[in-house]
């Protein structure tokens, strides 16, 4: 039986979490989180290494089914839902797409690797996969580039496009929720910039979680930032004041304005 | 004045050392080869006498007489143990890659914790049984139950040795197809799981692909072995001459046969030297096998690497 989402849980907000806690084998990786992010915008996270930024995006997909030793406590919801209650994770996986820090193209021809979403969700049509797959390079700035390779393998792709074959494979879930892990470390200026002119434009359609370690990256896109530090969360606060000198915290001015982390 | 040796010019022990063990790691791989050369000259050589002076090729392949210790008319035709190895190792292998393909995927790709690794020592415990223990389960438990099942008067025939090759050849395939599996990088499968994608999906979609060669060679190893194996047949098989034409034929297989017959011939003579023509096909038999594995194995790499320079209208059709 399905049970109907309750007007009460319905909400504005892609994400909300409370309280939420996570350990790895009993060990705190992070705690007291509360946070929401709003549809359709760019959520900013921003904080040092270990602060428990990739772990808080962990939890968002229940990744925490997979890995060994992690426990989450706490609540995440997604499209007003707690997340422990989709009870097919997979297809809540389905609707969040995850961009990783190192770039993973998949040992599949390129046309796989962006076909593989709808593959898996059963659409075997030829002429479908062949227009999801020229959308979802183009959205991701890739089509120019292998429009005539199609067949040649995803991981043989230099990083910068490996990373933008990893969005287009994302955009293929049709996601509502993007998660981005520092997806620039391995890519150069010039592919950063196309990416972001790609995530601004995507904004509009679904919400947009990016996890970066350049602070400027943070500024130029996100309308909110939060700050993570040693497993907490210090703050969320307006970019443009964060940066601005308005933030709540002496920590977070102290970070932005690079003077540790 | 004695000459100081400038810093430059100076061998240290280090040094030395480094040229030692080069020498060393060199004699070790030349020995290598060394030795295979060395065994196909030698059973070349013993064999010559025959493939010169008595081989007849359409006899040796094309006929299932082989009455190598008949006083007056002596034939030497190989089809019969030829038809008797390709049987038992065909069925082997229809027993053993679904077997021990399932295996490695549950292993690497499911399991989790202490029942994965008490599998992998127990079926590494398996592949340690000898061959001869193989061949007496088959003598003293296949035959009366093969008897019993499928109501036939002998049970040692090509189902017996299938069946026994290929619990016996699942073993090291499957630690060799685990390896090929581990050796998919962990982000592959993260990125497909986050997808949405189910374990199985993954596994199939991702991780099988991505582990092919590695799982082929795997599945030709396991080929060579039931190719090559002697005692374990020579029990189970019942090792009489037939051309099979049923699982519930007995065959003979031709180590079986070499196994069995060289202790009983006068050194140099045609059956000796006949017996020797059989190793040195079974010689390049499995060095053929070797061959295609690895052939197979770089082709696949090449054919992607040349699908890529392909433009995107040819290859889509």
């Not at chain 1, 504005?12 to 979490?17: F, K, P």
Request: hydrophobic share 50%; charged share 20%; proline share 4%.
């Amino acid at each position: 039986m399905i049970v109907p989402v309750q007007a009460h849980e319905a909400s504005d907000y892609a994400i909300e979490v409370e309280d939420l806690a996570i350990r790895y084998h009993g060990k705190l990786a992070l705690s007291r989180v509360t946070l929401q992010v709003p549809s359709q915008e760019i959520f900013g996270i921003i904080g040092p290494a270990n602060s428990g930024k990739t772990s808080f995006l962990r939890a968002i997909n229940r990744m925490d089914l997979m890995t060994a030793g992690m426990e989450v406590s706490g609540r995440v919801r997604v499209e007003g839902r707690d997340v422990r209650n989709w009870r097919n994770p997979y297809a809540l996986r389905q609707r969040i797409g995850v961009v990783f820090p190192l770039p993973v193209g998949l040992p599949l021809s390129i046309y796989d690797n962006v076909a593989l979403s709808a593959r898996l969700r059963g659409t075997r049509k030829r002429a479908d996969l062949d227009v999801i797959v020229e959308r979802c390079l183009r959205r991701a700035a890739l089509w120019d580039e292998v429009k005539d390779r199609l067949d040649s393998l995803g991981s043989l792709l230099s990083g910068g496009q490996q990373q933008r074959l990893t969005i287009a494979r994302a955009l293929s879930q049709d996601p509502s929720i993007l998660l981005l892990d520092e997806f620039s470390i391995a890519v150069d200026p010039v592919t950063t910039m196309r990416i972001e002119e790609v995530l601004a434009e995507l904004k509009s359609e679904m919400t947009i979680v990016l996890v970066t370690n350049l602070v400027q990256q943070a500024r130029r896109l996100a309308s909110r930032t939060a700050f993570f530090l040693t497993g907490e969360l210090v703050e969320v606060t307006e970019t443009e004041a964060m940066f601005e000198g308005g933030a709540q915290d002496p920590r977070t001015t102290a970070y932005v304005e690079g003077k540790f982390g | 004045m004695p000459e100081v040796a400038h810093a430059a010019d100076r061998r240290d022990a280090a040094w030395w050392i480094d040229r030692a063990v080069q020498i060393l790691v060199l004699a070790g791989g030349l020995s290598a080869i060394v030795f295979i050369a060395g065994i196909f000259v030698f059973i070349t050589r013993e064999g010559a006498g025959f493939v010169f002076d008595r081989f007849d090729f359409r006899e040796f392949f094309g006929s299932p007489r082989w009455t190598p210790t008949s006083s007056h008319n002596p034939t030497y035709g190989a089809l019969a143990l030829i038809a008797g190895t390709a049987s038992v190792t065909g069925l082997a292998m229809l027993v053993s890659v679904p077997f021990s393909l399932g295996a490695a995927i549950y292993i690497g790709e499911f399991a989790t914790g202490r029942v994965r690794e008490t599998l992998k020592v127990l079926v590494e415990l398996l592949a340690a049984i000898p061959s001869v223990v193989w061949g007496f389960i088959g003598l003293s438990i296949m035959n009366p139950l093969i008897i019993q099942v499928f109501d036939v008067p002998v049970g040692l025939n090509v189902l017996n040795a299938g069946i026994i090759l290929g619990l016996m050849a699942a073993p090291i395939m499957t630690t060799i197809a685990e390896d090929a599996l581990k050796a998919v990088p962990d982000t592959y499968r993260e990125a497909a799981e986050a997808m949405g994608a189910t374990r199985w999906q993954v596994t199939f979609k991702v991780v099988l692909p991505a582990a092919r060669n590695g799982l082929v060679a795997a599945t030709l190893l396991g080929v060579g072995r039931g190719f090559g194996e002697t005692m374990a047949v020579l029990m189970a098989s019942g090792h009489s001459i037939n051309l099979p034409t049923s699982p519930f034929d007995s065959v003979r297989a031709l180590t079986a046969t070499i196994a069995a017959e060289l202790g009983e011939t006068a050194a140099g003579s045609d059956h000796y030297a006949a017996l020797f023509t059989l190793g040195i096909f079974l010689f390049l038999v499995t060095f053929a096998i070797n061959f295609a594995a690895d052939v197979f194995v770089r082709g696949g790499q090449r054919k992607h690497r040349r699908r890529g320079r392909r433009p995107a209208a040819s290859a889509n059709p």
